[in-house]
């Protein structure tokens, strides 16, 4: 244990009460501990001890109980290291009382046949047994109040109409969803029983009498159902992995049984208030937590810490991966944060975010099209930043393919020439974010994606000084553009749920993964041009993601919603890949994070397209501009040599 002082107000102005209270039993104690010791009938000049220094003892010792932090907080509301303070402060008041009455001597007493008088001090038992009295009225009353608040199993507060609630997880955060139950009742969810698949907890209570009743093992699970016929099932373990999740969805579904879930240690962040709001950030369990794919966790603070302190800018920072960039290094402490968007509308509102929601003052927004070169340098110029994210990018497929002279005018020549005045003006790290679809592209998007791509390897043989890197990864859950969304959209319209083809199967990752990644590429660069993939798993087919979607809006596919096959458009791969042909996938110092290594390319070559590609851009010839990027990455699939492939072992 600590010894610690606090230096806050040492009584709140509502724990007067609970301050007269202690005055009332550490007299007790105090009086107990001389009749106890001298059996009811106390010898004079020990009475005499106890009526002169009683008036005193008392202030004395909850002034210490006070200078311990004791009264900071109500009796309903005590935990652990209340009593740990308790017992502190009691120590010290017995040693600063003993030690008082030994040096003062405030009572003397003159034995028979003598003249002389001798101190009268607090005999060894007296000590040890108000010690003790003080320890059991001071702590036992907490107790006492703080079980009355929080009640029984069998008399929770709770109101009218409350429903049975079923908790998946018997650790701290099935505990801390089941006190604030009992708290709020105006919730009206009575907890009935926990699950959890610790061998060492069956059968075990808390401190409401809840009991664990079994684990989540499909059968298990299924019997404890039966037997509870709970009206909702909470999973209350923030990481529990998608296979729990998916195991605990699929029994409720079959009977019925709504699930929500508690918030992941990230998304509890994201609120920032600091009160405790467990029972409010309650969620539907969300098809991210049934994927089946372990999530990649990474210590933010740690792996972004190259940018505390730093001018950082990033790119697209009103899209959806450049939003969740700019919440997450705001978070490392970056010296100024330069979001640049060339869409009002986006960049006002994680504007207004950042410095109303996440009180980050230390973001600047700025109007600017990458495109255009001379703004761009500009701004460059103007914050001096010493790491870019370029994140700024069309991303959709089809209407890409409708666009293509505007989808490589952004996507490539943007990307060519941001990455160009980067290195020009000595930024220190460039990371582009690309995607799977860059690989053997297929489409415009993915081809324009792949020219991107190119483009910073060339600017990084040009400018050693700045290390360049490329982030690739599949499709990112709920971002502008993913399968997700417009899932979600014909679910809540009745259907049809449309896919293009049954045998489609794409890689997946949320939102923060992908963010997490791109920071973490930053500092992994030990040779500039590098890409870096994240290993993803296996790759989740449409159809199974549609039906999964379906089921956790409480449907059932094809009864309730239909699942409609409409082909798969021009160019469209059934299968996406993380790695081209040439290219050989190698472990970095990061967990899960693999590099790509290929032949360099020939910058000559990649300044020779370009060259072409931008007058074509220029004539706005859509049809040779496609003919042309598709005939680049032939080209350069044609001319790399084929890889070999090694089995990866990355350390964690």
Same mark, same amino acid.
């Given at each position: 244990m600590r010894w610690r002082i606090r230096s806050a107000a040492p009584v709140h102005r509502h724990s007067l009460p609970q301050l007269l209270a202690d005055g009332l039993l550490v007299a007790l104690a105090y009086y107990l501990a001389y009749w106890l010791r001298f059996d009811g009938s106390i010898v004079p000049r020990y009475n005499d001890l106890l009526t002169d220094t009683i008036g005193w003892v008392v202030p004395a010792t909850l002034c210490v109980l006070a200078a311990f932090g004791v009264y900071q907080r109500l009796w309903t509301f005590v935990g652990q290291r209340d009593y740990e303070s308790v017992i502190k402060a009691v120590l010290v008041a017995t040693v600063i009382v003993v030690g008082a009455i030994a040096l003062w001597h405030p009572v003397t007493w003159t034995p028979p046949r003598s003249t002389s008088s001798s101190p009268v001090t607090m005999p060894a038992s007296v000590i040890a047994t108000w010690f003790l009295l003080m320890l059991v009225l001071l702590s036992g009353a907490r107790f006492v109040v703080? $079980?009355?608040?929080?009640?029984?199993? /069998?008399?929770? &507060? %709770? =109101?009218?109409?409350?429903? #049975?609630?079923?908790?998946? +997880?018997?650790?701290?955060?099935?505990?801390?969803?089941?006190?604030? $139950?009992?708290?709020?009742?105006?919730? /009206?969810?009575? &907890? %009935? =029983?926990?699950?959890?698949? #610790?061998?060492?907890?069956? +059968?075990?209570?808390?401190?409401?009498?809840?009991?664990?009743?079994?684990?989540?093992?499909?059968?298990?699970?299924?019997?404890?159902?039966?037997?509870?016929?709970?009206?909702?099932?909470?999973?209350?373990?923030?990481?529990?992995?998608?296979?729990?999740?998916?195991?605990?969805?699929?029994?409720?579904?079959?009977?019925?049984?709504?699930?929500?879930?508690?918030?992941?240690?990230?998304?509890l962040l994201q609120d920032g208030s600091g009160q405790s709001r467990?029972?409010?950030?309650?969620r539907e369990v969300q098809v991210?937590?049934?994927?089946?794919?372990?999530?990649?966790?990474?210590?933010?603070?740690?792996?972004?810490?190259?940018?505390?302190?730093?001018?950082?800018?990033?790119?697209?920072?009103?899209?959806?991966?450049?939003?969740?960039?700019?919440?997450?290094?705001?978070?490392?402490?970056?010296h100024r944060l330069v979001l640049v968007d060339h869409a009002e509308d986006n960049l006002f509102e994680i504007l207004r975010e950042l410095e109303e929601e996440r009180h980050v003052h230390t973001a600047v927004p700025v109007?600017?099209?990458?495109?255009?070169?001379?703004?761009?340098?500009?701004?460059?110029?103007?914050y001096r930043p010493a790491a870019v994210f370029h994140a700024a990018a069309y991303k959709h497929?089809?209407?890409?393919?409708?666009?293509?002279?505007?989808?490589?005018?952004?996507?490539?020549?943007?990307?060519?020439?941001?990455?160009?005045?980067?290195?020009?003006?000595?930024?220190?790290?460039?990371?582009?974010?690309?995607?799977?679809?860059?690989?053997?592209?297929?489409?415009?998007?993915?081809?324009?994606?792949?020219?991107?791509?190119?483009?910073?390897?060339?600017?990084?043989?040009?400018?050693?000084?700045?290390?360049?890197?490329?982030?690739?990864?599949?499709?990112?859950?709920?971002?502008?553009?993913?399968?997700?969304?417009?899932?979600?959209?014909?679910?809540?319209?009745?259907?049809?749920?449309?896919?293009?083809?049954?045998?489609?199967?794409?890689?997946?990752?949320?939102?923060?993964?992908?963010?997490?990644?791109?920071?973490?590429?930053?500092?992994l660069g030990e040779a500039t041009g590098q890409v870096f993939v994240l290993e993803m798993g296996e790759p989740v087919k449409i159809i199974d993601l549609a039906e999964a979607m379906i089921r956790l809006s409480g449907l059932e596919p094809e009864r309730d919603i239909a699942i409609e096959v409409v082909g798969a458009r021009p160019g469209e791969k059934f299968h996406e890949d993380l790695f081209n042909p040439y290219e050989r996938p190698l472990p970095t110092r990061a967990q899960k994070i693999v590099r790509a290594e290929r032949e360099p390319l020939d910058p000559g070559w990649v300044e020779s397209s370009f060259a072409e590609i931008n007058l074509l851009v220029l004539e706005g010839d859509a049809a040779v501009l496609a003919d042309k990027v598709a005939t680049l990455a032939s080209d350069r699939y044609r001319l790399a040599p084929p890889a070999s492939r090694p089995t990866l072992h990355v350390d964690s």
């Open positions: 703080h $079980l009355a608040k929080e009640g029984r199993v /069998r008399s929770f &507060p %709770v =109101g009218k109409g409350a429903r #049975d609630v079923l908790v998946v +997880g018997g650790g701290q955060g099935g505990h801390l969803v089941v006190r604030e $139950l009992v708290r709020n009742p105006q919730i /009206r969810l009575r &907890p %009935v =029983g926990f699950v959890d698949d #610790d061998p060492r907890k069956r +059968g075990l209570k808390d401190e409401h009498g809840l009991k664990v009743l079994g684990t989540t093992d499909a059968d298990d699970f299924c019997r404890v159902l039966d037997e509870v016929e709970p009206d909702q099932v909470i999973i209350a373990i923030p990481s529990a992995p998608g296979t729990l999740r998916a195991r605990v969805v699929a029994a409720c579904r079959q009977r019925g049984i709504p699930v929500q879930t508690m918030p992941t240690v990230f998304e467990v029972a409010r950030q309650l991210e937590d049934v994927l089946g794919r372990e999530p990649v966790l990474m210590e933010l603070e740690r792996v972004g810490a190259y940018l505390a302190g730093q001018v950082v800018m990033v790119t697209g920072a009103g899209g959806s991966i450049g939003r969740e960039l700019s919440r997450q290094i705001a978070r490392v402490g970056p109007l600017a099209d990458c495109k255009e070169e001379e703004r761009m340098r500009e701004v460059f110029a103007e497929v089809v209407m890409m393919e409708r666009n293509p002279v505007e989808a490589v005018r952004n996507n490539a020549l943007a990307t060519r020439l941001v990455a160009r005045i980067a290195g020009e003006n000595g930024v220190g790290v460039f990371v582009l974010v690309s995607t799977d679809k860059a690989v053997k592209p297929a489409t415009v998007m993915g081809a324009s994606k792949a020219l991107a791509e190119w483009a910073v390897e060339a600017a990084a043989a040009k400018h050693p000084g700045t290390t360049y890197a490329t982030v690739r990864f599949g499709n990112v859950l709920g971002s502008s553009g993913s399968v997700v969304p417009i899932f979600r959209r014909q679910i809540a319209a009745g259907g049809p749920v449309t896919i293009t083809d049954p045998r489609m199967a794409r890689y997946f990752m949320t939102i923060p993964e992908a963010v997490q990644l791109i920071i973490r590429a930053g500092s």
